[in-house]
C-alpha cells in the first residue's frame, strides 16, 4: 500500500470480489480501504487463502488492468528498500511513473521487428578483452566488466554496440547515463547501432507524464528491448535482461535526493544478480567502488593497453599555481600562467576551440575586504557577499539582500577584492585577453551540448563541458585548489574524474594543461591517464581507515532527542562503531554508525525497524537515515 509510515511497510491480504476476479492480476494498481481511508496500493499475489485470523476485507476497485509492477521489479523493490533501510512505498514511486489513463487506454504501436544490425567490433579491439566481452554479451552469457574508456573514445557508440549484441543474442538491455545531454547522445547512438527508434526507448524526468508513461508502457509490453535513461531508468521492466551498463558512476546524479537514497549502481548490480546478466561499468575515470568491484573479482578490467593508450592521449602540462604568468596584460587579469597562456594562443592559431575548465560558477562568488582581507559576510545573516556582475553591487549568496553599503567591520574599508573567480568574470577576461576570438560560456545559466570545431574559447564549470566536433586543441584546467581542498572524502576521486571528462574532450595532438602541484598522486594519475591506479590507492586508504567501500556505513540526520532515540531501539549488530555526533545545522546533529560489509544487511535492517518502532509510537521528529552516503564530512 501507497503508506509512508515504515511500521505499515509489509504486505497485507484483502478479498477479491468475484466480479474483479478477471481484472485483478498481480501488478496491477489497486484501491483498497485501510483505517477507513482509501488508499492506493498495488496487487503483488493471489493466493487461495490467507494466514490472517480475522475477516478480511474486499478490494474495492482496480483502477487500471495493466500490470505495471512486473514481479521482478517488486522484488528488486523490496530488495533496495531493504539495503538502504527504506520503505517498499517510497522505492515503489521511483520505479513506476504515475499512471496517465488516456496513454494507457490508446491502441499499443506493433510494428514488425526489426533486424539487429551486424556489429563491427573494431572499436573494443582497441581494449583488452573487448571482443571478448561482446562475444560474452552475443552467447547470452553474463560478463562483469569495468570498462576504462580511451581519451576521446565515442563512449555512447561504444554503449550502442554492446546493445545492439545483447539484443542479437535474445536479450534485453538497460543503460542508465548521469544527465540530459548524455542521454540525448547515447539516443543518438542507440538510433544509428539499432536500425530505427522502433527497439529501444529513452525515460528521463524531462518527459511529459503522458510521454513518460508511454515510454514506460512500451518496456513493460515488451515493444522496446532496451532502454536508456537517468538514474530512474534502473528500475526500468526490461523483459529478458539481459545487460545492465552504467557511464560515469562517480557521477553524483546517480544517487537519488528522495527516500531512500539509492545510487543507480548499486541497484543495477542488484538487478544483474537477480537476473544472471551482464555488467558493464563504464567511465574515463573509476571509482573506488568499481575497483572494489575487480579486486574482489567479480568484475574484469576491460582497458586499453598503455601503447594504444599513449597514441590516443594529448600532452598533459602541469603548472604550479605560482608559476609566472604570461606577460600579456590580458593573460594577467585571467590569470593564465604563460603554459596555459601558449597552449591556448597556439590551438587558436590551427583554428582549434579551446575548453578553459573553472570549478566556480557565477561572476565572483566571493569576495573579501581589498586592505584587510577578511571575508565579507552578509549583515543580515552573515552568509557570503558576492558579486553577480562588474556593475551589480555586493548581495548575499544566502538570502539574496543587496549590501551596497556594506563596509568591513575590521577596518571599515569599503574596497572589495575577488577572493573567488568564477566562470562568467573569467570569460570576462578572457575576451579583453583574446579581442578576435569568440568567447562561450557553458555552466548552470545555460549548459551547451556542442560547439564549432573553429577557433574559439569556452569557459564552462565542471559538467557542463560541451562536446567539439574532433575535439578541443587545448584543454586548460583552473583553480585546481577549488576540487582539491573540498571537505569530502571523494575530493580526490572526484577531482580526477572532472578532470579526465574534460581532459578527453581534446585532439590527441593537443595539450591539456593543469594548474596544480605536479607531485600530488592525483595529478600524477591525470598526466598518465591511469584512473585505475589512484582508485586502487583511495581504495587501499579507505580500508586502512575504515571508509566505504571497505566499511558500510549510515548517517542519522535529526534533532538530537529524535536521534538518541532511534539508536536506543536500534538492535545494531556486534561490533557497530558510532561516531559523532556533529552539528547539522537548524538545531539539528547527525552521527554515523559503521559496520563491516559482512553486517550491512543487518545494520540496514536495524535502523529500519528503529525506525517503524518511532514510526508505532507516533514521534513527531523524524530522523533521516542514509546508508552509505556520498557526503560523510
Known amino acids: 500500500?501507497?503508506?509512508?509510515?515504515?511500521?505499515?511497510?509489509?504486505?497485507?491480504?484483502?478479498?477479491?470480489?468475484?466480479?474483479?476476479?478477471?481484472?485483478?492480476?498481480?501488478?496491477?494498481?489497486?484501491?483498497?480501504?485501510?483505517?477507513?481511508?482509501?488508499?492506493?496500493?498495488?496487487?503483488?499475489?493471489?493466493?487461495?487463502?490467507?494466514?490472517?485470523?480475522?475477516?478480511?476485507?474486499?478490494?474495492?476497485?482496480?483502477?487500471?488492468?495493466?500490470?505495471?509492477?512486473?514481479?521482478?521489479?517488486?522484488?528488486?523493490?523490496?530488495?533496495?528498500?531493504?539495503?538502504?533501510?527504506?520503505?517498499?512505498?517510497?522505492?515503489?514511486?521511483?520505479?513506476?511513473?504515475?499512471?496517465?489513463?488516456r496513454t494507457e487506454q490508446a491502441p499499443a504501436a506493433h510494428g514488425a521487428a526489426r533486424p539487429v544490425p551486424a556489429v563491427d567490433e573494431h572499436g573494443w579491439r582497441r581494449y583488452t578483452a573487448g571482443p571478448a566481452l561482446l562475444r560474452a554479451l552475443g552467447d547470452g552469457r553474463r560478463p562483469h566488466a569495468v570498462w576504462t574508456a580511451l581519451p576521446g573514445e565515442d563512449w555512447p557508440a561504444r554503449l550502442a554496440e554492446a546493445a545492439a549484441t545483447t539484443l542479437g543474442g535474445g536479450r534485453g538491455a538497460l543503460f542508465v547515463v548521469a544527465d540530459a545531454r548524455d542521454l540525448d547522445r547515447l539516443d543518438a547512438a542507440m538510433t544509428t547501432a539499432l536500425g530505427g527508434t522502433g527497439s529501444h526507448v529513452a525515460l528521463s524526468a524531462a518527459l511529459g507524464p503522458a510521454e513518460r508513461y508511454r515510454r514506460f508502457l512500451a518496456a513493460s509490453r515488451g515493444q522496446a528491448r532496451v532502454v536508456i535513461g537517468t538514474r530512474a531508468a534502473c528500475f526500468a521492466p526490461v523483459a529478458d535482461l539481459g545487460l545492465v551498463a552504467?557511464?560515469?558512476?562517480?557521477?553524483?546524479?546517480?544517487?537519488?535526493?528522495?527516500?531512500?537514497?539509492?545510487?543507480?549502481?548499486?541497484?543495477?548490480?542488484?538487478?544483474?544478480?537477480?537476473?544472471?546478466?551482464?555488467?558493464?561499468?563504464?567511465?574515463?575515470?573509476?571509482?573506488?567502488?568499481?575497483?572494489?568491484?575487480?579486486?574482489?573479482?567479480?568484475?574484469?578490467?576491460?582497458?586499453?593497453?598503455?601503447?594504444?593508450?599513449?597514441?590516443?592521449?594529448?600532452?598533459?602540462?602541469?603548472?604550479?599555481?605560482?608559476?609566472?604568468?604570461?606577460?600579456?596584460?590580458?593573460?594577467?587579469?585571467?590569470?593564465?600562467?604563460?603554459?596555459?597562456?601558449?597552449?591556448?594562443?597556439?590551438?587558436?592559431?590551427?583554428?582549434?576551440?579551446?575548453?578553459?575548465?573553472?570549478?566556480?560558477?557565477?561572476?565572483?562568488?566571493?569576495?573579501?575586504?581589498?586592505?584587510?582581507?577578511?571575508?565579507?559576510?552578509?549583515p543580515n545573516c552573515a552568509g557570503p557577499l558576492a558579486l553577480p556582475s562588474s556593475s551589480a553591487p555586493p548581495s548575499c549568496r544566502w538570502c539574496g539582500r543587496v549590501a551596497a553599503a556594506y563596509h568591513c567591520p575590521e577596518c571599515g574599508s569599503r574596497r572589495l577584492r575577488a577572493s573567488v573567480v568564477g566562470a562568467r568574470r573569467t570569460a570576462e577576461e578572457l575576451a579583453r585577453a583574446f579581442p578576435d576570438t569568440p568567447v562561450r560560456t557553458s555552466g548552470r545559466d545555460g549548459v551547451l551540448a556542442t560547439v564549432p570545431g573553429e577557433a574559439s574559447i569556452v569557459v564552462s564549470t565542471p559538467g557542463a563541458e560541451p562536446v567539439a566536433p574532433g575535439g578541443y586543441g587545448a584543454v586548460l584546467l583552473l583553480d585546481s585548489w577549488a576540487l582539491l581542498t573540498r571537505a569530502d572524502l571523494r575530493a580526490t576521486e572526484e577531482a580526477l574524474r572532472r578532470w579526465l571528462t574534460a581532459a578527453s574532450l581534446a585532439r590527441h595532438t593537443g595539450q591539456v594543461v593543469v594548474v596544480a602541484d605536479a607531485s600530488l598522486a592525483v595529478v600524477q594519475a591525470l598526466v598518465r591517464f591511469d584512473p585505475g591506479w589512484l582508485a586502487a590507492r583511495e581504495l587501499a586508504d579507505r580500508r586502512e581507515l575504515g571508509f566505504p567501500p571497505v566499511v558500510r556505513m549510515a548517517s542519522l540526520t535529526g534533532p538530537p532527542v529524535a536521534v538518541a532515540d532511534l539508536l536506543a531501539a536500534a538492535r545494531l549488530p556486534p561490533g557497530t562503531e558510532i561516531l559523532g555526533p556533529v552539528p547539522a545545522g537548524d538545531d539539528q546533529e547527525r552521527m554515523l554508525v559503521r559496520t563491516g560489509r559482512a553486517a550491512g544487511v543487518a545494520l540496514a535492517l536495524a535502523l529500519r525497524t528503529a525506525a517503524g518502532l518511532r514510526s508505532a509510537r507516533k514521534a513527531t521528529d523524524t530522523v533521516r537515515i542514509q546508508v552509505d552516503p556520498l557526503d560523510l564530512l
Not at 557521477?251 to 527516500?259: G, Y
Open 1 to 101: 500500500m501507497d503508506v509512508p509510515l515504515p511500521h505499515l511497510d509489509r504486505p497485507f491480504d484483502y478479498q477479491v470480489p468475484a466480479t474483479l476476479d478477471a481484472a485483478a492480476q498481480p501488478g496491477v494498481r489497486v484501491k483498497v480501504r485501510f483505517a477507513g481511508q482509501p488508499v492506493d496500493g498495488y496487487l503483488l499475489e493471489r493466493v487461495a487463502a490467507s494466514g490472517h485470523e480475522g475477516q478480511l476485507l474486499f478490494l474495492e476497485k482496480v483502477v487500471s488492468p495493466e500490470p505495471v509492477l512486473r514481479p521482478e521489479i517488486a522484488a528488486l523493490a523490496r530488495q533496495v528498500a531493504d539495503r538502504y533501510a527504506g520503505t517498499m512505498p517510497d522505492v515503489l514511486r521511483l520505479a513506476v511513473p504515475p499512471r496517465h489513463a
Open 246 to 378: 552504467i557511464w560515469d558512476d562517480g557521477d553524483d546524479l546517480h544517487a537519488e535526493p528522495r527516500a531512500p537514497y539509492p545510487h543507480a549502481r548499486q541497484v543495477l548490480l542488484a538487478r544483474a544478480e537477480q537476473a544472471g546478466c551482464g555488467v558493464i561499468v563504464g567511465g574515463f575515470a573509476r571509482t573506488a567502488e568499481a575497483q572494489q568491484l575487480i579486486e574482489a573479482g567479480w568484475a574484469i578490467e576491460v582497458a586499453a593497453a598503455r601503447d594504444v593508450l599513449r597514441r590516443h592521449m594529448p600532452k598533459v602540462v602541469t603548472v604550479g599555481e605560482d608559476d609566472q604568468l604570461a606577460r600579456d596584460p590580458g593573460a594577467v587579469s585571467a590569470r593564465l600562467p604563460t603554459a596555459a597562456w601558449r597552449a591556448a594562443r597556439d590551438a587558436l592559431q590551427r583554428d582549434a576551440p579551446v575548453l578553459i575548465q573553472v570549478p566556480r560558477r557565477g561572476y565572483v562568488p566571493s569576495v573579501a575586504c581589498a586592505e584587510c582581507y577578511t571575508a565579507a559576510r552578509c
